[in-house]
């Protein structure tokens, strides 16, 4: 279980990613964080809190649950049928900058489905990707604006990130497991 | 929560009977991100594309019809309606010819209502799509019994232990069995009252304590239920009249007044103002009976999302 991020690392690209950011927009007025569940939320927030740190400025985050999106709701014959948890967007979309946060970027199938949504809820004024993995082997045309490490794969390799939050510590592996992540 | 269940053990929903505690948990669930959809601008995601739902109703209906047929859209699943009137049905055409003429059409799910007990379980052997019951005759409507789990959760932030009391026309009510089935599955202490007349055979299996005294059931409730008197299905003498029934089973702010201080009132409609529910009740702060109906959509999205997942 070859760990390819460890906790160091993962706290460094998340704070550096922070600091693009802020390089690249200048005005953080009109940004908001959108985590996709389960594991970009947590790294929205950290996201948020850093350019809180460095910038003085408080940028709304949320929480976006793409399931209802999905292209492949009856096209895993085996398998659990993902379980549907809450969107919570409490501000409006309209005319704002969205950063949109995911771990890991795969197929590029749940980027599509998070479009799809946040297309939904208004008329955001620019959408941008950030990950904290890029594992390469797109099936879309999508491409992230800001990458925490580019990790090469194989499609058979399970790609694990493991956040404080939610699994009690922050580390990112590559499984040798037969089939993959989604 | 109980150990997840992710998915449905069917792919039908026949009636809380054969709901697993799990099972039951991950509707009221799905509700709840089901839910939020319904405050969105647009109220509406791309789910149940291209799947086509039929909304088969033998015996009138309104807030159920409307409901699930919302619940369709907002999933964007394409939807017919059947009613009896203006059908085949109304020129003598069998259940079966009914079904299998639908089915000759392929739809995806069947939403049933009927006035026989079974109807639904009857379809399910015979048709391909996942068949939804929405009421059969006095047997079940599990997605009643649902939405009602559903709003309770909501105000009461649990069921466990909840005093929940159901109260009126027990005999003729699948809202009953199907909640008492539900309730108690999920820990509730349930009580139904009832006049002696309306009393059906076997309550105590389904796990309910029997009252014949409105003022006993209610007293200490956490969540009163009141049922519709049903005079569609009063074929016998059940009743002396209405003005007695509300004297002796209405329910009245005062006779409220001897459930628990917060104590919410609930009904799954149409109301009989005046029969089981006096108009002070009904539009009072008690009173969640406008949150079961809004609640009614998002838990029957969950249902169509849930069963969309077990098709073939």
Redesign the interface.
Known sequence: MPVVMDADRVGRSIARIAHEILERNRGVGDLAFIGIRARGVPIAQRLAAHVKQIAGVEVPTGAL?I???RDD??GHPVG?????????IPFSLDGRHILLVDDVLYTGRTIRAAL??LI???RPSAIQLVVLVDRGHRELPIRADYVGKNVPTSRQESVQVRLQELDGRDEVTVDPVEGGER | MTT?A??LRSRHLLGIAGLEPDEIQ?VL??A???K??GT???K????LRGRTVVNLFFEPSTRTRLSFELAEKR?SADTLGVTTSGSSVSKGETLLDTARTLEAMAPDVIVMRHESSGAPHHLSRVCKASIVNAGDGMHEHPTQALLDAFTIHERKGRLAGLRVSIIGDLVHSRVLRSNALLLTRMGAIVTAAGPATLLPYGLDRLGVQVKTSIDEAVDGADVVMMLRVQNERMRGLFLPSVREYFTVFGLTPERLSRAAPDAIVMHPGPMNRGVEIDSAVADGPWSVILDQVANGVAVRM?VL??L????E
């Open positions: 649950d399931t209802l999106y709701l009856t659990p049928q993902p379980v549907v948890r809450r969107t919570e799809d949504a939904d809820f208004g | 997840a992710t998915s991950l669930d799905t709840l991100a089901m939020e959809i969105r601008a647009i509406k995601v791309p789910t999933l969950a999302y849930l969309a997942g077990n098709e």
